[in-house]
């Protein structure tokens, strides 16, 4: 076997594996950690990964990092609002900045990421349903480590981590749905064996409670099943 059927071969059996880890994964948390971990070790020229999500008001959090320095480096793109990553999100889908210390496009992220050791940057955004989730981040501690090839294999990990936070989000509001689900039902059947109300007077009296007092019915049903108390119940 010839080098480039050596590199596609261990690439393939990389890509199975992250596609196990995923499933595997029970959280969102658990998800980005198995995709910063994957294409840290199989996008060629990558030393670390991370993932950058996207928050309220065009906030920036670093969600999962293979190292330390990856957090630091983050923190300096999201305070300039400059860098390959922020750009992959507000702008162009890859951003490529192979040589960030003589890189005119980041003339003030690439000195502060080059004094924390980080040489060259790749960036791809993260989406799906056309919402833009953040971007996957991968550094290198060398200029121009990255190549064509870099930027084919981390295009797929960055598909599949789009999908796989997706389906994550997905799956943990679904489970918070039938948590909530479950206290409420809980707690009406406390107020009807408590006051001898049916169904529909308990969940009425629970509803009133949640109206007087401005907070959610699930907080409320939280605090019946927890404490036995009924506040203004009757």
Not at 157 to 186: C, G, M, P
Request: glycine fraction near 6%; aromatic fraction near 6%; proline fraction near 3%.
């Amino acid at each position: 076997m010839d080098a480039q059927g050596f590199e596609g071969e261990r690439l393939a059996l990389g890509f199975a594996q992250l596609m196990e880890q995923l499933w595997a994964a029970d959280s969102e948390q658990s998800t980005l950690l198995s995709v910063v971990k994957a294409a840290a070790t199989s996008v060629p020229g990558a030393s670390a990964a991370g993932v950058s999500l996207r928050r309220a008001r065009g906030r920036f959090d670093t969600a999962a990092a293979t190292d330390d320095f990856v957090s630091e480096v983050d923190k300096a793109q999201y305070a300039l609002r400059e860098g390959p990553c922020v750009a992959s999100v507000d702008d162009n889908l890859v951003n490529l900045a192979n040589d960030l210390a003589n890189d005119p496009h980041w003339p003030r992220f690439g000195p502060a990421a080059t004094k924390l050791g980080v040489a060259a940057m790749l960036s791809f955004r993260l989406s799906a349903r056309d919402e833009v989730i953040g971007a996957l981040n991968l550094y290198a501690d060398r200029p121009l480590a990255f190549t064509e090839q870099s930027r084919a294999v981390g295009a797929i990990f960055a598909a599949h981590a789009s999908v796989a936070i997706a389906a994550a989000r997905r799956a943990e509001t679904l489970t918070e749905a039938l948590k909530t689900r479950s206290d409420i039902s809980e707690a009406v059947g406390i107020v009807m064996e408590r006051y001898r109300l049916n169904s529909q007077e308990a969940f009425d009296v629970l509803r009133r409670i949640s109206q007087h007092r401005n907070i959610k019915l699930r907080e409320v049903a939280h605090q019946i099943i927890y404490t036995g108390e009924i506040p203004g119940a009757r």
